[in-house]
């Protein structure tokens, strides 16, 4: 059964959505991120994503108090990004309390060094990201395109001994019009001992059951929850 993920993207306290790289004028879903995150805890999820966009646009983590909350207010299992590129944000995450510590940025600019937290820490623990756009990797929040090949991105970790990866197509998040489904196949396909998970584009159950369909671990989803395209329980009956 696919794992479900909802996301709580976080930015100067809130929980919120902001189009693709631009931080000018991000639409509010929440004014408490720990009342968010105890609702989907009431409605039966185990495991989200917290994504500090503070951080990300920062270039460290920022939001760790956030994060500390909603561990020690809830049972979810979390997984925290966003500006995680040094060996104390990743501690720090660890120590206030994340499952899971996803990164994109040390990725791409330090691989061998991203790489060595998968000794340090287990590959069980550290969730690569790939998001990218037209095949090239997207780091910074999406501020910035680089010229790394995402495939050749995600090999490079899957000869490491990568287990976990989250991959988005950038041009599709937010706008709700269907995931990257060849994309993800493809993936698949390249490195099938990868448990991948699937972000950005979803905007309906189908979608979600279409990417339960192919085989994918997990499917991230934010914007769909938030404005009702999606109904968790109605969710939950569908893929079980």
């Known amino acids: 059964m696919i794992e479900i993920i909802p996301t709580i993207s976080i930015y100067q306290g809130k929980c919120v959505k902001v189009a693709p790289g631009k931080f000018e004028s991000p639409v509010v879903y929440g004014n408490d991120p720990l009342e968010v995150a105890q609702e989907f805890k009431d409605q039966g999820i185990k495991h ?3 994504i500090d966009l503070d951080g990300a646009q920062q270039g460290e983590a920022v939001n760790y108090n956030i994060l500390e909350m909603i561990v020690r207010y809830t049972d979810l299992k979390v997984d925290f990004s966003g500006g995680i590129n040094s060996e104390d944000d990743i501690r720090n995450a660890f120590e206030c309390g994340a499952t ?13 060094f991203f790489a060595s937290w998968l000794v340090t820490y287990g590959n069980e623990k550290i969730i690569l990201v790939a998001d990218g756009i037209e095949g090239k990797i997207m780091t910074g929040g999406w501020q910035k395109k680089t010229e790394i090949d995402l495939i050749s991105h ?9 287990k976990y990866v989250k991959c988005t197509d950038v041009s599709k998040d937010g706008g709700m019009a269907g995931p990257p489904f060849e994309l993800y ?8 001992r990868i448990k ?10 189908d979608d979600i059951l279409k990417l339960q369909e192919i085989g994918v671990f997990g499917v991230m989803f934010g914007r769909a929850y938030y404005e009702k395209k999606i109904n968790l329980h109605e969710l939950q009956k569908a893929i079980s």
């Open 48 to 50: 989200i994503s917290i």
């Open 100 to 112: 899971y510590v996803a990164a994109a940025t040390i990725a791409a600019q330090k691989p061998d």
């Open 154 to 162: 995600i090999d490079f970790f899957y000869e490491r001994g990568i």
């Open 185 to 192: 196949k493809t993936i698949m396909e390249k490195f099938p």
């Open 196 to 205: 991948l998970i699937a972000s950005g584009g979803v905007s309906s159950i």
